[in-house]
């Protein structure tokens, strides 16, 4: 399992992203999941915000769940390379959303419009109603991708922004071999 990032580290910017990040690998890869198994994943998540499902995740479920973070992560990959999603990812993620609003409970009232999973919803469904809540956000435009490995975040800095998930996780990592690369040339 990786470090965690810790609290005066910039996040992801979003639980959303933070449920993309759940992968361990350093570089470019996506093959190492950052948690042992379903309940640890359902652990995480809360911590981020998301209510506790009434019953354990399903192996079935949890492969649900992790085609949802993949498929996700390859569209704002994209969109943070300035690239337009694939067109097989954007259906994906558009018939998801269509089936959870379709299940989903919807209010008006004084704050406006309210979107929650069914009372029976599970982990997916609010994964998916907070990747909607994502997208529709002000933030969006600023997402941003680290230049070392595949986590995603916003990035709510002034000027050039953040290169990096965090310093502590790739942006020491980067700048260390920066360093090494300069001595090796100048020797």
Not at 41 to 50: C, M, N, T, W, Y
Not at 72 to 101: M, Q
């Amino acid at each position: 399992m990786t470090k965690a990032i810790s609290r005066s580290e910039p996040g992801a910017g979003h639980p959303f992203l933070t449920f993309l990040n759940t992968v361990a690998d350093d570089g470019k890869t996506r093959r190492i999941d950052s948690f042992q198994n379903a309940t640890v994943l359902v652990r995480l998540l809360e911590e981020e915000g998301f209510a506790a499902p009434s019953e354990p995740v399903t192996p079935m479920q949890l492969r649900k769940i992790l085609t949802l973070r993949e498929t996700a992560y390859a569209a704002f990959s994209a969109i943070a390379a300035g690239r337009a999603p694939g067109r097989e990812d954007g259906l994906y993620l558009t018939e998801a959303l269509k089936a959870v609003y379709q299940d989903a409970e919807i209010g008006i009232g004084d704050n406006g419009l309210t979107v929650a999973a069914s009372p029976l919803g599970r982990v997916y469904e609010q994964l998916v109603l907070s990747m909607d809540e994502l997208l529709r956000s002000d933030q969006f435009g600023r997402l941003r991708e680290c230049r070392r490995c595949t986590h995603l975040f916003i990035d709510k800095g002034r000027g050039v922004g953040r290169r990096w998930c965090s310093m502590s996780r790739c942006g020491n990592r980067a700048k260390a071999e920066s360093f090494r690369a300069r001595q090796r040339h100048a020797a």
